[in-house]
């Protein structure tokens, strides 16, 4: 299993910009870039604050991104950006150490961010988590006004 920290919409992203090639192989892909690492840094810096809500610290993050085009076309980037704003890159092996993670929230629907999981289950937050967390819905409106 992989626990993940920071939820992203990664996969919404990724299939706008399929589209995108179908329509036109030689798109400019920029815009999607820097669509793409807008969102990451809005997702982590989201779950960040929420899990400084929920457990009162940092956690080791682990973030869900998926096998794409997208992640192949800008992996360099998103490291980077990370790097550059100050977030040391640890491994998996490394991450899994964090407490959080031996946490089993008992919640429905499972199989999101483990903090958002864990802020579920405490009902403090109800009224601030968005469902589904991580959805095109939140996305699309984005990505239509910049015409992506």
Sequence with gaps: MGYVTIDTSDWYVEQRLRARLKQNPKADLSGYRRFYLDHIWARATYYEDLSWRVLGRSVKHTLLIHHNLLNKLFPGDLLAMFERRGWKLIDA????????????????????????????????FYRELRYPPEDGVYEKPKMDKLGL
């Design 93 to 124: 092996a490394e991450a899994f150490t964090d407490p959080v993670f031996a946490a089993e929230p008992q919640i429905l629907p499972a199989g999101e961010s483990i903090l958002w999981a864990l802020a579920k289950e405490s009902g403090k």
